[in-house]
């Protein structure tokens, strides 16, 4: 059953188009992450998703109904922001509680909750402390706590770890998909990191320029990317401009790709392949070959640049596999058929 779902949501800022006809379909307890460059409108399709900001076009429904005109504080939604807007001045336990206090839960009601989620968040032994006195990863917690305190409908979080150092922030990106899973709370979450958004989603959301370009699980989102955009912003990858022989068989440089081919009628594309997948050999053993010209070593893994028909592929290879090449040899590139994604768009 789907929780939430978007048909041609549109928002826009005078003539700026933040959000453009976005549709989404996001099944029960699923982690999303909208993922995308600074500006792409992810913020943007957050606040019209929790009622904070109204479409210009298009409906919000929630477990079918139509929300698009209920207020933010009707849908039931536990919401995290980036700055989290704790009460300095209130303790931890009292900040968890302050939602259910305001809705006029009893006292007996609102402790044994507000103890269920210490615990959840493992902050038990901390809920007598002023929020001011606890470190950067313990007052996300608190944050996520009292989000979560009145069984949101939804779970909707704004970059929420992106003030945490580096190394707590992906223990929390573990910790939070934990605590989703165990909850099966529907999670929304904006991101510009792609690492966070592989570690956390079930479904990531790629935007650009106020539109969804692709919306699939992390694994297909890497492996077979939509198009370029998606292709170049997930992780690194080469894009060689290929074109079709008679046959629709790919060409680059005029080298035959084998097993490559594109779609029927399609004269030029773009192919995608991750430098892991680049394959190295000697000069004499391969239809296309190219020149080395930089090597980077990085210790665990080699990045060997080649330059092949004024293109630069990057091959990734670990130690053991790397061909042994300088800077200003000849070598021999294969591109498996498996790894190769034709681009149309
Ligand atoms: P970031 O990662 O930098 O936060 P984002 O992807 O979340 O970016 P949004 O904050 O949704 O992007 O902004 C999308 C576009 O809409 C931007 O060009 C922004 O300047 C514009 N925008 C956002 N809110 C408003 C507003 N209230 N009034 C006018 N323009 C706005």
Known sequence: MSALTLEGVAKRFGSLVAVDNVSLTVLKGTFVCLLGPSGCGKTTLLRLIAGLEAPSAGRILLDGTDVTGLPTHRRDFGM????????????????????????????????????????LVHLQDHGERPVSRLSGGQRQRVAIARALAVSPRLFLLDE????????????????????????????????HDQREAMTMADLVVVMGNGRIHQAAAPVDIYRKPANAFVADFIGSTNLLDIAADGSGRALFDGVPLPGVTLPAGVGRARLSIRPEDVRLTAPETAALTGRV?????????????????????????????????AAGDPIGIQLPAEACVVLTR
């Open 80 to 119: 995290v922001f980036q700055s989290l807007a704790l009460f300095p001045h209130l303790n931890v336990r009292d900040n968890i509680a302050y939602p259910l206090r305001i809705r006029g839960a009893a006292k007996t009601e609102w402790e044994s909750r507000v103890g269920e989620l210490l615990e």
């Open 160 to 191: 929420p770890l992106s003030a945490l150092d580096a190394k707590l922030r992906e223990a929390m990106q573990v910790e939070l998909r934990q605590l989703q899973q165990k909850l099966g709370i529907t999670t929304i979450v904006v991101t």
């Open 293 to 325: 010209t930089f090597l980077r070593d990085l210790g665990g893994t080699v990045e060997t640049f080649v330059e092949a028909a004024d293109t630069t592929i990057v091959a990734v290879s670990t130690r053991r596999e790397r061909v042994r090449a």
